[in-house]
């Protein structure tokens, strides 16, 4: 058992990234050629820069030449390349460069990065939609979805701020998107663009709002002195 203990530690161990293994489909890597680059990877992480073909055959219980159609593959589908490297007593030599398949995974991770944004803003707006419909409690008219996409995509509002806006108009019992558009056009005038700096306005107006409802209403005007509440508060 202590000789199996020392034989195993000796050996080493070869790391590889899960996110290779979650993703080498997707990057046009085979399973005979994820098994290769596992082959490859022991060796070069000991310092054999281009392991013998021979011997990574012998290791996977294949025919070397399907070892070297499988090279040729990683080559091809621009997934490895053969660089020339200078060790350490200044010798050049071919070695294995993965930089390629890198690079691949990289880009995979961008565009899923890209997709993932996509997705909430699709969600977020979904959910616009469909938040508006439960509150005013029936379908939205074309006309109403046409307004709220104009102010998603011409207004630019954030979805946040347009829930906001909702709940006010509920909260005051005014089941109008033309009231929520007037919300909306107050807190522009205000330059308030989400929904923390509606809340500081709030904060900051508190006291004079007390002593308004202390003193008794002197406003009026177009644009209702709407009450300004928390995305949170139920």
Do not use: C
Not at 62 to 74: G, M
């Amino acid at each position: 058992m202590d000789d199996f203990i020392q034989r195993y530690v000796q050996a080493g161990q070869t790391s590889v990234a899960n996110y290779l293994l979650d993703h080498f489909r997707e990057v046009g890597m085979t399973t005979d050629q994820l098994l290769v680059f596992f082959q490859l990877r022991r060796y070069m992480d000991r310092g054999t820069q281009l392991p013998n073909a021979d011997e990574i055959a012998a290791h996977l219980g294949w025919d070397k030449q399907k070892v070297y159609q499988l090279l040729h593959e990683l080559i091809t589908n621009k997934l490895m390349t053969i660089t020339t490297v200078t060790d350490s007593q200044g010798q050049k030599q071919d070695a294995y460069d993965f930089r390629l398949l890198t690079e691949k995974l990289s880009q995979l991770a961008v565009q899923e990065t890209h997709q993932a944004a996509k997705a909430t803003v699709s969600n977020d707006r979904s959910a616009v939609f469909n938040q508006i419909e439960t509150e005013f409690g029936r379908p939205l008219s074309p006309l109403e979805m046409e307004s709220i996409t104009q102010w998603l995509d011409q207004d630019h509002y954030r979805p946040e701020l347009i829930q906001l806006a909702l709940k006010e108009a509920v909260l005051s019992q005014a089941y109008s998107l033309k009231y929520m558009d007037r919300i909306l056009l107050s807190w522009e005038r205000k330059n308030l663009k989400t929904a923390a700096q509606v809340q500081r306005e709030k904060e900051r107006q508190e006291p004079r709002r007390t002593n308004q409802s202390t003193g008794g209403n002197q406003g009026g005007g177009e644009v209702p002195d709407v009450p300004i509440f928390k995305l949170t508060d139920q």
